[in-house]
């Protein structure tokens, strides 16, 4: 089992729209959880944290459920902007070291 | 804004022969990353320094790949022999300590092709 699980998608969505993506992680001691967005042929980039209470940033929402080890990005009214792979990232600290893993990432396409 | 320096930024090279990529962290940054990324999937740590020492290689095929920060600032990471499989995109990453609640900032990454 991979260590951290995302559909890749494509999601193909119409602007406006509302889509959410799905994480699991397999590893119950990590500590902290991450979006990024990595535009094509472009690095990654810090899209939100994500806290356990849940935490929203504008049209934004992350949600983690440390009991089903699970996390989930939920975007409002997509913007054509939009259009990128989000990865799903988790912090398993592994003794004085933070080591980030990352799922394969979610590729969304919003339309016209 | 201060951003990770990596070149090149794209580099062709026969299987066999040897390859080097360079990174620049942001200054001050005492933690480097060195991340491949194959495509269709997520960037897959390679090695981490925290100021010259190396924190975590565990993941560095050691018999081809090697990486050094020897002054704790800028670090060069080599491929030799390069490859088939080794077609990727190479990304750096630093942030300001090692630690969860520090953001790391990646560079622009090197795109090898190995032919």
């Known amino acids: 089992r991979k260590e951290v699980e995302q559909d890749p998608g494509p999601f193909n969505v119409p602007e406006g729209a509302t889509v959410a993506f799905n994480c699991t992680y397999s590893?119950?001691?990590?500590?902290?959880f991450f979006w990024y967005r990595q535009d094509c042929r472009k690095e990654p980039k810090l899209l939100m944290s994500v806290y356990s209470s849940g935490n929203e940033d504008g049209r934004f929402t992350a949600q983690l459920n440390r009991a089903s080890q699970y996390i989930s990005l939920l975007i409002r009214d997509s913007k054509l902007s939009d259009s990128a792979t989000y990865l799903c990232?988790?912090?398993?600290?592994?003794?004085?070291?933070?080591?980030?893993?990352f799922g394969t990432g979610t590729r969304l396409q919003v339309t016209l | 804004e201060a951003e990770v320096a990596q070149s090149p930024r794209y580099k062709i090279t026969e299987k066999s022969q040897a390859v080097a990529f360079w990174c620049d962290p942001i200054?001050?940054?005492?933690?480097l990353y060195w991340y491949r990324q194959i495509l269709g999937q997520g960037p897959e740590l390679l090695v981490q320094?925290?100021?010259?020492?190396?924190?975590?290689d565990s993941q560095l095929p050691k018999d081809r790949f090697s990486a050094e920060r020897l002054k704790g600032v800028d670090s060069t990471l080599k491929i030799q022999p390069a490859e088939l499989g080794d077609s990727a995109m190479y990304l750096c990453?630093?942030?300001?300590?090692?630690?969860?609640?520090?953001?790391?900032?990646f560079g622009p990454g090197t795109r090898l092709t190995v032919t």
């Open positions: 200054s001050g940054h005492a933690t």
């Open positions: 320094f925290q100021d010259e020492s190396v924190v975590d």
């Open positions: 590893n119950s001691a990590s500590q902290s």
């Open positions: 990232v988790v912090n398993g600290l592994t003794g004085t070291a933070s080591k980030l893993t």
């Open positions: 990453a630093s942030s300001l300590e090692n630690d969860a609640t520090y953001e790391q900032y």
